[in-house]
């Protein structure tokens, strides 16, 4: 089994900076494809952008290539987020998942993944 927990959202002005942070706990070292999905008010979750267990090649969404970067530090069993120059439309609840399976082409669709996190707040004014 695996435990994902978020941790570093918080509220910030447009233009501003966050960085998130998931540390996995069971069997992460098992999990393939990290990936960051968001979920706006009124709105689908959406893949925001995905790793290897490697690192290698991380995917992005288009809404924010460009401005995020997913990293992955394995020996402390944790996937960043680096998120700069926020906007408005940034605000969502941001998750952590996590699958065995590569990321591949399908490391968006959140029905593939087998954990998730509870999430954490990203408000952006």
């Known amino acids: 089994d695996v435990q994902l927990v978020e941790s570093g959202g918080g509220s910030v002005q447009a233009g501003g900076s966050l960085r998130l942070a998931c540390a996995a706990s069971g069997s992460a070292a098992s999990m393939a494809c990290m990936t960051w999905f968001r979920r706006a008010p009124g709105k689908q979750r959406e893949g925001v952008a995905a790793i290897y267990h490697s690192g290698w090649e991380p995917w992005y969404s288009e809404a924010v290539k460009g401005r995020f970067s997913i990293s992955r530090d394995n020996a402390k069993n944790t996937v960043y987020l680096q998120m700069n120059s926020l906007q408005p439309e940034d605000t969502a609840m941001h998750y952590c998942?996590?699958?065995?399976?590569?990321?591949?082409?399908?490391?968006?669709?959140?029905?593939?993944?087998?954990?998730w996190g509870r999430g954490t707040q990203v408000t952006v004014s």
């Open positions: 998942a996590a699958r065995a399976a590569s990321c591949a082409l399908t490391w968006a669709r959140d029905d593939l993944y087998n954990y």
